[in-house]
């Protein structure tokens, strides 16, 4: 049975940093696409960081460029998410999601999901 699980969320003040985490179990995680997305009240969502299939390549999504930054370990079959100048529009809703998608920023093609962690940042 495929499974992620999220942790790290949390309520921050602006200019700070948390770590979110997602574990993977049931499948070989390396040879999907995984994502980290969010969605805030209100707006769809949307791609925060990807990574391509077998960690080719990470992208960031412009608004989190130079401040988050994706890893994984592959021998605990975890994906993070570490954040950095946490900004209160950085609130949201995060998910980890993987899948066999042939366009890793679409959201709509995850086969799988997390339940999500919260991200609240005050000013």
């Known amino acids: 049975q495929v499974q992620l699980l999220e942790s790290g969320g949390g309520s921050v003040q602006a200019g700070g940093s948390l770590r979110l985490s997602c574990v993977a179990s049931?499948?070989?995680?390396?040879?999907?696409?995984l994502g980290w997305f969010r969605q805030a009240p209100g707006k769809e969502r949307e791609g925060v960081a990807i990574?391509?299939?077998?960690?080719?390549?990470?992208e960031y999504s412009d608004d989190v460029k130079g401040r988050f930054a994706l890893s994984k370990d592959n021998a605990k079959n975890t994906l993070y998410l570490q954040m950095n100048s946490l900004k209160p529009e950085d609130t949201a809703m995060y998910y980890c999601?993987?899948?066999?998608?042939?366009?890793?920023?679409?959201?709509?093609?995850?086969?799988?999901w997390g339940q999500g962690t919260q991200v609240t940042v005050s000013s």
């Open positions: 999601a993987a899948g066999p998608v042939s366009v890793c920023w679409a959201a709509g093609q995850y086969k799988y």
């Open positions: 049931g499948f070989t995680y390396n040879n999907y696409c």
């Open positions: 990574s391509h299939r077998l960690g080719t390549h990470i």
